[in-house]
């Protein structure tokens, strides 16, 4: 059982109506946020999300915390569809999929201490006695590098990064097995990114966690992940183990991606350089959504959807002439 | 300029020995000195774990309005001991005693200190009792609409969609009611009176509070810290009282105390205009509609209801703004 996916999910949708008018408001279009997508996640891994800003990375992740209900798909957890949970099931839910988001200055309430931001998902949940909430608050500072002490503070008291510590010991709260990052590190400074980031791996193997990072900075995620999901427009083009990835890159605009990390050496030809602009979700390209600016573009890339293809063991993308 | 050195010492007991100096400022009078403590804000934190190690001993920084809590705390003072400190019946009078000036006139005795009005009542006595009308009216009103509109604006502003819009459109509704009309209509139907007062204002008052507690709810709701209560799992009305309110609430404070100072004045201008409370009444309004005939020999009628106002409404206004401050926890550390 212990290499079967915790969580997946399947043929994912989450389409935004755009409606008119304000009272009797009629739907004219939809935006297609998230269209079909497909991943699992075994457990202790970690699934890195990649893409551009607009891609749909961040309404996946609003879609698995239950924030938001798919239009369509299911999200399997334990063999179990979360997203046809009803209000009961779901609150008894919540507590094996926490998360963590970008910007640790909005995610902790100014006006709550230390203490009760991190003892808050106990309380709503009633798993404990008072005496055991405080000593349990005491072990989750603990976890994340903090003083007991400390916790009657109020976060204007810390740092970004020591927020963003807060933020993670809260999410830690319920025991959680899944937690979602949503770009924990983008809003820190780079000298305090490689602490958080060497404190969810350290989380993560000693609380055997499984991780959905979702980030537009790929040296966090490959740092972090053992898979990799690359989306455009709201499609998962590529799905790889990560080494297999960044080492043999199929579809092409996971290479272009690649290609524009900065190097070191400027004499480093670039491959690929992608021109132009992310298409509007709101009228996406016929076929392939990245036919436009794509160097490699043949003429059915403009007709035919290209689905998932395994080009080797995990290794998935979703081109016509690529793999 | 340290002046004093007094202050608590949590873990041992009440006894005075950290440190607490006062800056002397230009407008310190008005606005007032700022004060050093240390350790009486993180109290709670030192109760939280006993044992462990000091919380962090940075200086915190507190001024205190000396003017706005001893022209409320006058305020306060009369209220509750009005029937006490009032040397005469406010609403019998001697016409032997008719319209005498206050003590220190000549021809003052100082059995009235601040006189008589016509009747031979005592003006000290009436205006004490009148700090109660005030007061009654005033926070009756503030309590009213404040209430209605904090619940219609929290919820317009956290639900959104149709439920907002309608919320709203009611308020726009609302505030182009001309409220003095609906005062008249009320009075003349249940008399003018205090509990008119309240009603009429307490109805029409709530889209003011109603506007500004929804925009600031719309812009709370959209923070992480709402969604990361959803994820654990918090219900609407928890995310509303916990998370929403804590952060609205010193608007709030700020709108009632200001108004609370607004309505004094507001509810002193109907009994002058003989839509409020009615003589025999001692309120402060009234006392100066009567006294307005006599001012050419009789200044002590509307120069003391005059002063009261003054102080109730400062006092209102002065300790508002020092407990937006007090409540703001960035504001603790500077």
Redesign the interface.
């Known amino acids: 059982m212990k290499n079967d996916a915790i969580i997946s999910a399947h043929e994912l949708k989450k389409y935004y109506p755009v409606t008119k008018g304000t009272f009797f408001s009629r739907t004219v279009g939809y935006v297609k946020a998230v269209d079909s997508i497909s991943f699992k996640i075994k457990s202790g891994e970690t699934l890195g999300l990649v893409g551009e800003s607009g891609c749909g990375k961040s309404t996946t992740a609003n879609v698995m915390l239950g924030l938001e209900s798919p239009t369509s798909g299911q999200i399997m957890f334990d063999g179990r569809d979360i997203t046809r949970f009803s209000r009961q099931e779901r609150f008894d839910f919540r507590g094996n999929i926490q998360a963590v988001f970008q910007d640790p200055f909005r995610s902790l309430n100014p006006r709550k201490k230390v203490k009760q931001i991190i003892s808050e998902p106990l309380f709503i949940h009633k798993v404990s006695s008072r005496k055991e909430i405080s000593f349990r608050i005491i072990q989750l500072l603990d976890l994340v590098g903090f003083d007991p002490h400390q916790a009657g503070l109020y976060p204007h008291e810390f740092s970004g990064g020591q927020r963003q510590r807060i933020a993670i010991a809260r999410a830690l709260a319920l025991n959680p097995r899944v937690i979602i990052l949503d770009e924990p590190v983008s809003a820190l400074d780079v000298s305090i990114q490689a602490q958080i980031l060497n404190l969810l791996i350290d989380l993560q193997e000693r609380l055997h966690l499984t991780y959905l990072i979702i980030s537009h900075d790929l040296a966090v995620v490959e740092y972090v992940s053992t898979h990799i999901g690359v989306m455009y427009l709201g499609h998962l083009v590529e799905r790889a183990p990560s080494e297999a990835l960044y080492n043999n890159p199929i579809h092409p605009y996971t290479r272009a991606l690649l290609d524009s990390v900065p190097v070191a050496d400027p004499e480093d030809i670039k491959e690929i350089t992608l021109e132009g602009e992310v298409p509007s979700p709101l009228n996406p390209p016929t076929g392939c959504a990245f036919h436009p600016r794509c160097p490699l573009c043949e003429p059915r890339c403009s007709k035919e959807t290209p689905f998932m293809r395994e080009v080797a063991p995990e290794h998935a993308a979703a081109c016509h002439v690529c793999g | 300029m340290p002046i004093s050195t007094l202050a608590f010492d949590i873990n041992k007991s009440w006894r005075l020995n950290a440190n607490y100096t006062v800056q002397e400022n230009v407008f310190g009078f008005l606005y007032g000195y700022e004060a050093d403590f240390q350790g009486l804000f993180?109290r709670?934190?030192?109760m939280?774990?006993k044992k462990?190690?000091?919380?962090?001993e940075k200086k915190l920084r507190v001024r205190i309005p000396y003017l706005g809590l001893g022209c409320l705390g006058l305020f306060f003072f009369t209220v509750i001991f009005a029937n006490v400190i009032s040397p005469h019946d406010p609403y019998e009078g001697d016409l032997a005693d008719s319209t005498l000036p206050p003590a220190w006139e000549e021809g003052g005795t100082t059995r009235f200190l601040l006189g008589t009005d016509m009747l031979g009542r005592d003006v000290l006595s009436r205006l004490i009792h009148g700090s109660r009308i005030s007061l009654l009216i005033s926070v009756g009103c503030i309590a009213f609409y404040g209430t209605l509109g904090v619940i219609l604006g929290l919820i317009s502003g956290f639900s959104g969609g149709?439920t907002d819009?309608i919320i709203m459109r009611l308020a726009d509704l609302w505030s182009s009611l001309p409220g003095i009309i609906l005062l008249f209509m009320l009075a003349a139907v249940y008399g003018p009176s205090a509990k008119t007062i309240i009603i009429t204002f307490g109805i029409m008052g709530w889209p003011y509070y109603g506007r500004i507690v929804r925009g600031e709810s719309l812009s709370l709701k959209e923070?992480?810290?709402v969604?990361?209560?959803?994820?654990?799992?918090?219900s609407n009305l928890?995310i509303m009282v916990s998370?929403v309110f804590?952060?609205i609430v010193n608007t709030v404070i700020i709108l009632a105390t200001i108004d609370i100072g607004g309505i004094i004045v507001l509810i002193a201008t109907l009994s002058f205009l003989g839509l409020g409370t009615q003589p025999p009444s001692c309120d402060w309004g009234l006392m100066l509609a009567e006294g307005r005939q006599y001012i050419t020999y009789a200044w002590w009628l509307v120069t003391f209801p005059g002063i009261a106002i003054v102080v109730a409404v400062l006092g209102f206004n002065l300790t508002g703004d020092w407990l937006r401050e007090l409540l703001d926890?960035?504001q603790k550390?500077r």
């Open positions: 993180n709670k934190s030192y939280f774990l462990g190690k000091k919380s962090s149709r819009m923070r992480d810290f969604r990361l209560a959803r994820v654990a799992g918090c928890r998370h804590p952060n926890p960035k550390l």
